[in-house]
């Protein structure tokens, strides 16, 4: 379902942000992305539907060549949901209209940019929300919601793509723990349910084990690990989030608010 | 131990009186009171010339008291074009600013080339003074409000592109992303991410704006576009003084009237 191979990333030509990483997640597969912050897990997610381009390497979905064309780009995001640590819903406009958001790479330019949506589209958008549990909150402002139901909506606006696959770059970052452990349940059933491969970063590694099936540890833009959940060690677990050289200021640092603090 | 690393960030934080940072500000000093004094002597400043004016303008005061009100009535029809003058200079001016500034916003722009031509156009049409454009548009399409309306319209236009842009630059990075990984068009992005998140935004900008396009509107008519500005500047030059004190006495009431008024469509709409 998705091919990586070869995949390097820079910013700025100073920070590598990924290293020749290669990656293939097969269909109906749920993939944890583990590491600590800055490890590149956000930079590969976003490779996977082109918001980022790598600079070497290639990246396919389902068959498609992700960077050839702005065709096959297209192509890829509307069968791709994506859900984002801050949910990034429009605020300000309702829940209903923020799941349509899904719809409008399907939909014609000009009636869509007078909300216009065919009817199916809209039964559609409200039966991904009655899926998440929030129809009753459809015609309220996106706003009004808590947390974990902007999330919830977040998942809806994916769902409505009728997508292959849907990338969460740390979804539950957020939440409180038990909101935390609805949007990932949701996104199990999903996952189970419709067989939509679902690649998620966390940095919770309770939750990545009991929801995921497999975990690639990233550390400083390369794969570092690749298992089943059950088979991962303690061992390399540590070795994923073990504070390099490359820390030594950030500890360095923390201990210095220790001292503050006493 | 902690003790000693506390006490040397607090010995970090403490700003140091040295004694070139002193001279820095002595002679930063020292440059702005020169500055006014050289723009004093290039303005004629003078308290003496002020005083020895008094009378003048006591007299002045004088001649426009008690205010006419034998031309009341000829002034209805100069303060409801004025008003219109402000209505359609505003309006024009939203409509011509609101594609220059989705193509001056960083973010949006097609191209950079595109962002640096739109951004020099409305700097120009900021520079150049609505009551300038009154001028070259009365001497384009003659004499009356149009030319005011094309005036408002133009240098509004500068104005509010600048706004308008700056607010799309400022929308939430994350809401545009989120629409892009939908594969959502770049027009269906600015219908569903841009244009929801700049509402308050757009309406404070452009409400203001015609309170400052009516304020503007007052005035034109000393160039000949319309409005009220021309009859105050009859009334001067045919030395009408108690005229000109009515047609002062208008525009306080007309301005004050609609501040209040748009203050209320401010604070309802947002």
Redesign the interface.
Known sequence: MIKIQQVSKSFGGKVKALQNVDLHIGEGEFVALLGPSGAGKSTLLRCI?G?VRPCRGTVEVDGISVHSSKMA??????Q???I?Q????????KVI?NVL??R??Y?N?FT??IKMFPRSDVEFALYCLERVGLADKAYQRADQLSGGQQQRV?IA?ALV?TPKII?ADEPVASLDPRSSLNVMNILKKINQEDGITIVVSLHDLDLARQFADRMVGIKDGTVVVDKGAKDLSRQEIEEIYRVGKSDGYSADFLG?VE??H? | ??DT??RA?EGADRPGWKLSALLKKGMLGALVIFIYIWSAYGTNLSVSELVRGYPFMADFLNRMMPPSTANLSGLVAPTIETIQIAIWGTTLAVVLSLPLGLLAAQNITPHPAVYYVTRWVLNALRAVNDLIFALIFVAAVGLGPFPGVLALGVHSAGMLGKFYAEAIENV?K??I?????????K??II???II??I?PEFVTYNVYRFEHNLRQATVLGMVGAGGLGFELITSMRLFKYQDAATILLVILLVVTGIDHISNKIRARLI
């Not at chain 1, 780009?73 to 509307?78: C, G």
């Not at chain 1, 801050?86 to 406009?93: A, D, E, H, S, T």
């Open positions: 539907n918001l780009l297209r192509k890829v995001r509307s791709t949901g994506m984002f801050q949910f990034n819903l429009v605020k300000r406009l209209d958001c899904g409008l790479a939909s330019i869509s940019s977040g606006r793509q990338l210095k001292l503050v006493a | 131990m902690p690393s506390v960030l939430d994350g809401t992303e989120a629409l892009e990984a939908t594969g959502a068009h027009l269906q219908r569903y991410a929801p998140q509402v």
